[in-house]
């Protein structure tokens, strides 16, 4: 087995680690366990832990493994674990966990405030990061748990949380006055649980999707946007409604174009992904005052502490069983062998190049 890796700034460059590290099954030392890594899901989310990774820490997750690393970083992922050696006594040998992980073949965890259903690795390194990225499922003991909604899970859940928080935070701020909400790169998973929520939600303002021209058909084709655009056709859209934007995108130009379309219309602008890392930049005439960078680890701690970590979970619960349920009907599933399989689909990953209803899930055997 390996260590998937990428250089830091220019992550479009990546390598595969294989020494004793690596391959080695570590020790568990006092209150450790060791968790062997079964599958994972890789999608364009991943990517914005790449281009996000010095801003916001995600590249202290996961520190690279092996000899010259200076440079390197882990990209994490979203996956299922067993647990192949213990010495915590709440933790046995054989339980399986999700949660976030390396793609790599090994994890050594120590587990902290263990409950009935999770557990967080208390790592020093990890102290300071989010604890929503700290926190594992021990998914032996969830009520109704069925493994064959492991592949779901890995795909959506880390998209569709965000999905929740968004519709959340736009609601609790009564829609920021807006009688619209404009999603960019519309085709996105993130982008399309916001969706459904905004189609459940009776109280929503009507939703618009602006997409590429490749993905346009598939968009309208899911029948919960209420208006669905090409970026080329950005001038039908009503300019005369106050706006919200929610943009997954994170491409400065497009932002320009649509600020310049909407002027004062426009009452608030949410960025959240970066689909188009490449063309990221600040747009030109948004207004500073009415601009936020959403980060939905921040949400989802301060629900945790609104709700309780319990609660948090039954909240979103049904939301992310019934985001999942509805993406059955156009999600198309495709299993990659292995880190290699992995490196292989990872330039087409990077620059946005998989159909948008594709789901990757890497299979780690041996």
Request: charged residues 25%; negative net charge; glycine residues 10%.
């Amino acid at each position: 087995m390996a260590e998937f890796q990428v250089q830091k700034h220019r992550f479009s460059e990546t390598r595969l680690v294989q020494n004793e590290q690596t391959d080695r099954q570590p020790e568990a030392g006092a209150g450790e366990i060791v968790v062997k890594i079964q599958s994972f899901s890789f999608t364009a989310n991943n990517i914005t832990y790449a281009a996000a990774g010095d801003q916001l820490g995600y590249w202290q997750f996961f520190p690279p493994k092996g000899k010259d690393t200076e440079g390197w970083g882990v990209i994490p992922v979203w996956g299922f674990a067993e647990v192949v050696e213990s010495d915590h006594p709440e933790v046995a040998v054989g339980e399986r966990l999700f949660g976030y992980f390396p793609p790599a073949s090994f994890l050594t965890l120590k587990p902290t405030r263990v409950s009935a259903q999770r557990l967080f690795d208390g790592a020093e390194h990890r102290a300071k990061l989010p604890a929503g990225y700290n926190s594992y499922s021990r998914v032996d003991f969830e009520p109704g748990y069925d493994p064959a909604t492991d592949a779901e899970r890995m795909l959506l859940w880390p998209l569709h949380i965000t999905s929740f928080c968004l519709w959340d935070q736009l609601q609790e701020n009564g829609w920021y006055g807006a009688e619209q909400v404009v999603i960019l790169s519309a085709s996105s998973k993130t982008s399309i649980g916001l969706a459904y929520a905004l189609e459940s939600d009776d109280s929503a303002p009507r939703s618009i999707a602006l997409t590429s021209a490749r993905n346009l058909e598939l968009v309208r084709s899911l029948g919960v946007y209420d208006q669905c655009l090409d970026y080329g056709s950005l001038a039908e859209l009503d300019a005369s409604r106050p706006t919200v934007i929610v943009d997954m995108s994170g491409s400065g130009d497009l932002l320009g174009q649509l600020q310049a379309h909407l002027g004062d219309r426009m009452r608030y602008c949410i960025n959240v992904g970066l689909t188009h890392w490449d063309e990221f930049k600040p747009a030109a005439g948004m207004p500073k005052e009415r601009t936020e960078f959403f980060f939905a680890p921040g949400h989802i701690q301060k629900r945790m502490k609104d709700w309780g970590p319990e609660g948090f979970a039954d909240r979103t619960a049904h939301f992310l069983r019934d985001t999942a349920r509805k993406s059955r009907q156009w999600l198309k599933l495709h299993e990659i062998d292995g880190l290699e399989g992995l490196a292989e689909v990872y330039p087409t990953v990077c620059n946005g190049q998989r159909p948008a209803d594709e789901g990757l899930i890497v299979r780690l055997g041996g």
